[in-house]
């Protein structure tokens, strides 16, 4: 098993920054695909980022060019630094991580984008 845990999330105006980090409970250097997703009011849960563990990179096109996700092996943490930030990037942000064919979730964090 995996247990993810989401953190720097928080309130921030439009045009501001925000970075999140996800902890995981293991090793991450053996997880290959992980990544942020967020689901707003109303929505369904959305990718926004996908890191493999070569360092390959997927963003959804609405965040691209402001959004950068990284990972560090040696900490078994994921970031996704977001810059730019405008009121639609309000939504509660996830970490995911596949592992073993399991895909396994962190309890989510808010980000609100005050216009």
């Known amino acids: 098993q995996v247990q993810l845990v989401e953190s720097g999330g928080g309130l921030v105006q439009t045009g501001g920054s925000l970075s999140l980090s996800c902890t995981a409970s293991?090793?991450?250097?053996?997880?290959?695909?992980m990544g942020w997703h967020r689901q707003a009011p109303g929505n369904g849960r959305e990718l926004v980022a996908l890191?493999?563990?070569?360092?390959?990179?997927t963003y959804a096109d609405s965040v691209k060019g402001r959004f950068t996700i990284s990972r560090d092996n040696a900490k078994n943490t994921v970031y996704l630094q977001m810059n730019s930030l405008k009121p639609e990037d309000t939504a509660v942000y996830y970490c995911?991580?596949?592992?073993?064919?399991?895909?396994?979730w962190g309890q989510g964090t808010q980000v609100t984008v005050s216009s």
């Open positions: 293991r090793s991450i250097s053996s997880i290959n695909n």
């Open positions: 995911s991580a596949r592992y073993i064919r399991v895909d396994y």
């Open positions: 890191i493999a563990s070569g360092g390959p990179t």
